[in-house]
């Protein structure tokens, strides 16, 4: 099982935040790579999902994870987010996605010097690749809990309280 592409997305997400949240500011090229990598991610989280569940490595009967969806609604946020200067509203959810990117990092246990090479290959008959992946979505649900979201548009959309 080859998850260097994955690997890959999300060492590149961290580098992007990290720049974001250095400069203050996010421009077009921050925006489409924030949109890319994560679309790449969701994709080949299904695919790894998928491939668990037919192999009977996962117990759930549907290939689609909360990784996926994740990282389509930070798509969907990059994808609606103004170009230039950001708010403190927009910098702190850019840096929830940077710390939720970070808990994705330290589930597959990618150091912070990043090199791609050798990176993300699993054996498929080991078990790691799996609990790599359960380890990332059990954080990524204690990060919405924690957050006291449902969802991660709850960090940008204004929410109301029927009273």
């Not at 077009?28 to 994560?38: A, F, H, L, P």
Request: proline letters at 2%.
């Amino acid at each position: 099982m080859d998850f260097s592409n994955m690997i890959q997305s999300i060492n590149d997400n961290r580098l992007v935040y990290e720049e974001i949240l250095r400069t203050r500011t996010l421009d077009e090229n921050q925006r489409i790579r924030i949109v890319v990598t994560n679309q790449k991610l969701a994709e080949l989280w299904e695919k790894y999902k998928r491939t668990a569940v037919h192999f009977k490595r996962e117990q759930r009967e549907y290939p689609y994870g909360i990784i996926s969806i994740t990282a389509l609604k930070i798509t969907s946020f990059a994808g609606e987010e103004k170009i230039g200067p950001l708010s403190e509203k927009d910098l702190g959810v850019i840096e929830n996605f940077a710390e939720l990117n970070a808990l994705w990092q330290e589930a597959f246990d990618i150091p912070d010097r990043f090199d791609s090479t050798g990176s993300g290959v699993y054996r498929f008959r080991d078990s790691l690749w799996v609990e790599r992946m359960q380890q990332a979505e059990a954080a990524t649900e204690s990060f919405l809990k924690e957050q006291n979201l449902e969802s991660l548009n709850g960090l940008w959309l204004e929410r109301t309280e029927i009273k």
